[in-house]
């Protein structure tokens, strides 16, 4: 509902809605069932003849590539207030992971 609300102010791409999709058919999918118990997983267990169902790997998949695909879209076309966050959060970043001992300070 809020990709549709939001459609005319901030769009997406349009492979990025796919993919919102796709996961959502996913998660019913899963819902209805239950990752071990999902048909279209157990029949790519007996084609490949493997030992579990693996149909948990892309929902696992889908639910990282998918968040990581709308951050960045967030992040790259976003309005001047999220560009000045996601600035002052690589600030933060450099500060805190390429300083050598700087979480050592406050210890």
Do not use: K
């Not at 279209?40 to 084609?47: D, K, R, S």
């Not at 207030?81 to 690589?90: G, I, K, P, T």
Request: proline share 4%.
């Amino acid at each position: 509902m809020a990709m549709f609300a939001t459609r005319g102010s901030f769009p997406l791409i349009t492979l990025l809605y796919v993919l919102i999709f796709l996961h959502a058919l996913v998660l019913i999918l899963c819902g209805a069932y239950t990752y071990a118990r999902v048909p279209l997983g157990a029949w790519v267990q007996q084609a490949f003849d493997l030992s579990r169902n693996p149909y948990d790997r892309l929902g696992h998949f889908m639910q990282g590539f998918v968040s990581a695909l709308v951050a960045r879209e967030i992040l790259i076309r976003g309005v001047g207030y999220c560009r000045a966050a996601v600035s002052q959060l690589q600030r933060v970043g450099n500060l805190l992971f390429r300083e050598p001992g700087f979480l050592h300070r406050f210890s």
